[in-house]
């Protein structure tokens, strides 16, 4: 057994009077906050119009909540649905309700693809070339899910294997995955927001090396978020629909990873300019 560890919160929710204050929400909030900022800081970097970042994303954080909530019912809907279902079918949608999973049931991969959506949507109306604020958000998306990721701890879910490591996580008994007698795990949370980090760092350095354009430097992203998320996922315990003896995220990683590829090859001659709306300014010196 572990002589260390890193201890889990005693509280994940503290009230203001009868206003719950979660640890979980103020992580993702957190990380939104800070993505958009940084986006925004990249936008104007890049001569797009000061606020863009900011209206698009009064698109894109409503859709990416809908898309994320979306992922985990239909990938987990035996959880809602069914003789056996230990939640009710309203639970699917009352993302805070203390009654069902809450807050703990979002999936990355929803609040990506319906997100995307939505800022889609905001940049036909606006005039602007959805590549060139795929690449801008690439790096500021993966520290926002560095933030994100620390939500799990305040849960004290989605945790790994047994470990006697000097950082594994201590969990309290009982929770689901745990085992009997051990107390230290696998930090999955941890490596997730290590890994995301490092991930942007190295966007941020091979955009400004390469100038990628037209979604390759996104592709990167995805690219490379997929193949952290492959093995972090086979760490982790709580129970996951399983198709080949692998958890559903881990083929969702391979067909994501693969696809990103693919796109970054076929796009390797794209050269056309890319619109940033009617409202240019200059770029920044740097």
Known sequence: MSLAGIPSPSEGVWYLGPLPIRGYTICIMLGVVVA???AERRWRNRGGAPGTMLDLATWGIPFGIVGARLYHVITDWQLYFGPDAPHRPIDAILIWSDSGPGW???????AVALGGVGVWIACRRRGIALSAVADTVAPAVAIGQAIGRWCNYFNQELFGGPTD??????????????????????????????????????????????????????????AGYTAGRFWIEGLR????????????????SIALFLGAVAYVYLTRNKRSEESLGDERVPAEVK
């Open 36 to 38: 958009v900022v940084i």
């Open 104 to 110: 703990r049931g979002l999936g990355v991969w929803g």
């Open 165 to 222: 490591l000097p950082w594994g996580l201590e969990i309290d008994a009982g929770r689901p995955g745990t085992v009997p007698g051990v107390t230290t795990y696998h930090p999955t949370f941890l490596y997730e927001s290590l890994w995301s980090l490092g991930l942007a760092l190295a966007l941020i350095w091979i955009g400004g090396r390469f100038a990628l354009r037209h979604g390759r430097l996104f592709a990167l992203y995805v």
């Open 237 to 252: 315990v709580d129970p996951a629909n399983e198709v080949l003896g692998m958890r559903l995220n881990q083929w969702t």
